[in-house]
């Protein structure tokens, strides 16, 4: 192999790299964009974190398809009440696998919420989440997030559980 050769190939490597490196960041950034979303009434901006027609399961309350029903969950009572009272949605850096223009993940979720009567917050949920994101036009966008809580449930468990070995 020629110097230019082994150069092409080394610049080739480290392009692949550096999208990988992007990669990983954009989707992290996807992530967390989500609790300031919620927390803040934005629905629409967190119905955006969406591919049009994704898949949001807060297991086994609640499936939501698609940008409406994501944006509806935000701004409906229910939701309006946890952050009129208190609420914070913190996610955890999640563990992504890419391949290609799709990914998946597993974090964690919390539900923190004040109490104003004890003066202080609690955790009111702690939800395994699995994820699949697409890369689309617009950017990395969340395909499939499936939340569900840590209850002891084995199913739920498993949702955290490392992909198998390649």
């Given at each position: ?8 190939a080394a ?30 009434g934005s ?24 940008h ?24 955890t ?21 004040w109490?104003?009567a ?16 697409v ?9 499939e ?16 559980a490392?992909?198998?070995?390649r």
């Open positions: 192999m020629s110097e230019i050769e082994e150069l092409r610049v080739a490597a480290l392009t692949e790299r550096v999208r990988i490196l992007e990669d990983h960041r954009e989707i992290g950034q996807l992530v967390a964009g989500y609790g300031p979303a919620v927390d803040s629905g629409e901006a967190a119905a955006e974190l969406w591919t049009e027609d994704g898949l949001f399961a807060a297991v086994p309350q609640l499936t939501m398809n698609g409406a029903d994501i944006a509806a969950m935000v701004h409906g009572a229910g939701h309006q009440s946890l952050i009129h009272n208190g609420c914070a949605h913190v996610l850096v999640p563990h992504i696998e890419i391949d290609g223009d799709r990914a998946t993940g597993r974090s964690y979720a919390l539900n923190i919420r109490d104003a004890a003066d202080r917050f609690w955790v009111a949920r702690v939800s395994a989440n699995t994820w699949t994101w890369r689309t036009p617009d950017g990395w966008r969340v395909a997030r499936i939340n569900a809580a840590l209850d002891g449930t084995a199913a739920h468990r498993e949702m955290l490392p992909p198998p070995a």
